[in-house]
Protein backbone atom coordinates (compact mmCIF):
# COMPACT_ATOMS: atom_id res chain seq x y z
CA UNK A 1 0.00 0.00 0.00
CA UNK A 2 1.17 3.69 -0.65
CA UNK A 3 -0.34 6.61 1.80
CA UNK A 4 -0.81 9.48 0.22
CA UNK A 5 -1.49 13.20 1.49
CA UNK A 6 -2.29 15.92 -0.62
CA UNK A 7 -1.71 20.13 -0.01
CA UNK A 8 -2.42 23.09 -1.60
CA UNK A 9 -6.15 23.36 -1.76
CA UNK A 10 -7.76 26.69 -0.99
CA UNK A 11 -9.92 29.78 -2.03
CA UNK A 12 -9.35 31.40 -5.65
CA UNK A 13 -11.04 33.73 -7.44
CA UNK A 14 -12.37 32.74 -10.88
CA UNK A 15 -10.01 32.95 -13.03
CA UNK A 16 -7.12 32.19 -11.24
CA UNK A 17 -4.49 29.58 -10.64
CA UNK A 18 -3.90 26.55 -7.84
CA UNK A 19 -1.52 23.87 -7.80
CA UNK A 20 -2.05 21.09 -5.92
CA UNK A 21 0.57 18.45 -4.64
CA UNK A 22 0.04 14.51 -3.78
CA UNK A 23 3.15 12.99 -1.33
CA UNK A 24 3.25 9.57 -1.54
CA UNK A 25 5.29 7.12 1.16
CA UNK A 26 5.34 4.05 1.95
CA UNK A 27 5.63 3.10 -1.32
CA UNK A 28 7.56 4.18 -4.95
CA UNK A 29 4.87 5.46 -6.98
CA UNK A 30 6.84 4.85 -9.91
CA UNK A 31 4.75 1.35 -10.95
CA UNK A 32 1.22 3.26 -10.24
CA UNK A 33 -0.78 4.97 -12.10
CA UNK A 34 -1.39 8.43 -10.77
CA UNK A 35 -4.58 10.04 -11.02
CA UNK A 36 -6.64 13.27 -9.28
CA UNK A 37 -9.95 12.82 -8.58
CA UNK A 38 -12.66 15.59 -7.52
CA UNK A 39 -16.10 15.40 -5.36
CA UNK A 40 -18.48 18.47 -5.04
CA UNK A 41 -21.26 18.30 -2.47
CA UNK A 42 -23.97 16.53 -3.73
CA UNK A 43 -22.09 15.01 -6.48
CA UNK A 44 -20.41 11.81 -7.22
CA UNK A 45 -16.73 11.45 -7.48
CA UNK A 46 -15.49 12.22 -10.56
CA UNK A 47 -12.18 11.96 -12.58
CA UNK A 48 -9.99 14.58 -13.04
CA UNK A 49 -6.95 13.39 -14.76
CA UNK A 50 -4.37 10.97 -14.92
CA UNK A 51 -1.03 10.31 -15.60
CA UNK A 52 1.06 7.27 -15.98
CA UNK A 53 4.97 6.18 -14.95
CA UNK A 54 6.38 7.30 -18.39
CA UNK A 55 4.46 10.58 -18.61
CA UNK A 56 1.67 9.64 -20.38
CA UNK A 57 -1.21 11.67 -19.31
CA UNK A 58 -5.14 11.97 -19.84
CA UNK A 59 -7.79 14.69 -19.23
CA UNK A 60 -11.36 14.81 -18.53
CA UNK A 61 -12.94 17.24 -21.05
CA UNK A 62 -13.93 19.43 -18.62
CA UNK A 63 -10.57 20.58 -17.55
CA UNK A 64 -8.74 19.73 -20.49
CA UNK A 65 -6.37 22.93 -21.90
CA UNK A 66 -6.91 24.23 -18.02
CA UNK A 67 -5.20 21.86 -15.63
CA UNK A 68 -1.84 19.79 -15.96
CA UNK A 69 -1.25 16.83 -13.98
CA UNK A 70 2.99 15.80 -13.43
CA UNK A 71 4.69 13.51 -11.78
CA UNK A 72 8.25 12.94 -9.86
CA UNK A 73 8.95 9.76 -9.15
CA UNK A 74 12.23 10.20 -7.70
CA UNK A 75 10.77 12.38 -5.04
CA UNK A 76 7.17 10.76 -5.24
CA UNK A 77 4.85 13.07 -5.93
CA UNK A 78 2.37 14.25 -8.42
CA UNK A 79 1.14 17.71 -8.92
CA UNK A 80 -2.11 19.28 -10.46
CA UNK A 81 -1.88 23.02 -11.55
CA UNK A 82 -5.16 24.53 -12.41
CA UNK A 83 -5.63 27.39 -14.36
CA UNK A 84 -8.45 29.58 -15.20
CA UNK A 85 -10.48 28.12 -12.36
CA UNK A 86 -14.29 28.11 -12.52
CA UNK A 87 -16.93 27.89 -9.48
CA UNK A 88 -17.67 24.53 -11.02
CA UNK A 89 -14.49 23.50 -10.22
CA UNK A 90 -14.72 23.71 -6.48
CA UNK A 91 -14.51 20.40 -5.04
CA UNK A 92 -12.89 18.11 -2.66
CA UNK A 93 -9.88 16.92 -4.42
CA UNK A 94 -8.57 13.71 -4.02
CA UNK A 95 -5.19 11.93 -5.22
CA UNK A 96 -5.22 8.70 -6.12
CA UNK A 97 -2.52 5.63 -6.80
CA UNK A 98 -3.34 2.84 -9.06
CA UNK A 99 -2.58 -0.44 -11.39
CA UNK A 100 -2.11 0.77 -14.76
CA UNK A 101 -4.46 -2.60 -16.07
CA UNK A 102 -7.53 -1.24 -14.13
CA UNK A 103 -10.19 1.62 -15.18
CA UNK A 104 -8.27 4.99 -15.89
CA UNK A 105 -11.75 6.90 -14.93
CA UNK A 106 -13.45 4.93 -12.77
CA UNK A 107 -12.67 5.34 -8.67
CA UNK A 108 -13.09 1.44 -8.72
CA UNK A 109 -9.68 1.32 -10.50
CA UNK A 110 -7.49 3.05 -7.46
CA UNK A 111 -7.35 1.08 -4.40
CA UNK A 112 -5.39 3.91 -2.41
CA UNK A 113 -6.62 7.60 -1.45
CA UNK A 114 -5.51 10.26 0.21
CA UNK A 115 -7.56 12.55 2.28
CA UNK A 116 -8.51 15.13 0.11
CA UNK A 117 -7.73 18.43 -0.42
CA UNK A 118 -10.43 21.33 -0.51
CA UNK A 119 -10.58 23.96 -3.55
CA UNK A 120 -13.70 26.66 -3.41
CA UNK A 121 -13.33 29.09 -6.31
CA UNK A 122 -15.49 32.27 -6.40
CA UNK A 123 -17.28 33.79 -8.46
Known amino acids: QVQLVESGGGLVQAGGSLRLSCAAS????????MAWFRQAPGKEREFVAA???????YYADSVKGRFTISRDNAKNTVHLQMNSLKPEDTAVYYC?????????????????WGQGTKVTVAS
Open 51 to 57: IWSGGMT
Open 96 to 112: AAGPTYTSTTSSRGYGN
Open 26 to 33: GRTISSYR
